[in-house]
């Protein structure tokens, strides 16, 4: 069964404090990893997919890296604006469809 | 850009009654997908459908049912609303190609009394 495992749970920072979030994930057939942030209220929204090993993706102050068994969401000189929920997400192919499994997310909050 | 619309943002309904929760998108995609979100549970995938009258049960689909009459619309039923149905409900669709993401609505904030 696949597992995505997300950590902290949620994450208070100052501004201009830089971290990194973590997506730990198995899955049998990787078919991309996938990093959402939700505002409260709204659906997810996409921010980058992430295909093999090794690979990275940058938008503004958020850098996504991917290994074998996890990935991190760093962000740097974050703002209050990148207060989100941020939603990690593995995809498979079951049932002969690409279906994801999300995993519960990480709740930042960034205090100016 | 790709456009997920919800019929309603929220939705107040006894227990009980049929509930219908409408999903309409955009983009031509082949791949729709109702989801309940729910704290600390996280995303729970209800129904998805890969194809006009298509449908697949999900992790969740006790209590509910689909129709996907037309490519760009999914509905989600609640043949018999309770309580525990109590929920954010989130309709997505994607691209049958490999490696693409989902796009979401804004989602439907269900309440049954």
């Known amino acids: 069964e696949d597992q995505v495992t997300q950590s902290p749970e949620a994450l208070r920072l100052q501004e201009g404090e830089s971290s990194s979030l973590n997506c730990s994930y198995t899955?049998?057939?990787?078919?991309?990893l996938f990093w959402y942030r939700q505002d409260p209220g709204k659906g997810p929204e996409f921010l980058f997919t992430l295909y093999s090993a090794g690979e990275e993706k940058e938008k503004e102050r958020l850098k996504a890296t991917l290994t074998k068994k996890e990935s991190f969401l760093h962000i740097t000189a974050p703002k209050p604006e990148d207060s989100a929920t941020y939603l990690c997400?593995?995809?498979?192919?079951?049932?002969?469809?690409?279906?994801?499994?999300f995993g519960r997310g990480t709740s930042l909050i960034v205090h100016p | 850009d790709v456009k997920v619309t919800q019929s309603s943002r929220y939705l107040v309904k006894r227990t009980g009654e049929k509930v219908f929760l409408e999903c309409v998108q955009d983009?031509?995609?082949?791949?729709m997908f109702w989801y309940r979100q729910d704290p600390g549970l996280g995303l729970r995938l209800i129904y998805f459908?890969?194809?006009?009258?298509?449908?697949e049960k999900g992790d969740i689909p006790e209590g509910y049912s689909v129709s996907r009459e037309k490519k760009e619309r999914f509905s989600l039923i609640l043949e018999s609303a309770s309580t525990n149905q109590t929920s954010m409900y989130l309709c997505a669709s994607s691209s049958p190609r490999g490696h693409q993401p989902q796009h979401f609505g804004d989602g439907t904030r269900l309440s049954i009394l």
């Open positions: 459908s890969y194809d006009v009258k298509m449908k």
């Open positions: 899955v049998s057939g990787l078919r991309g």
């Open positions: 997400a593995v995809q498979a192919i079951k049932r002969g469809s690409y279906i994801p499994t």
């Open positions: 983009m031509d995609h082949e791949n």
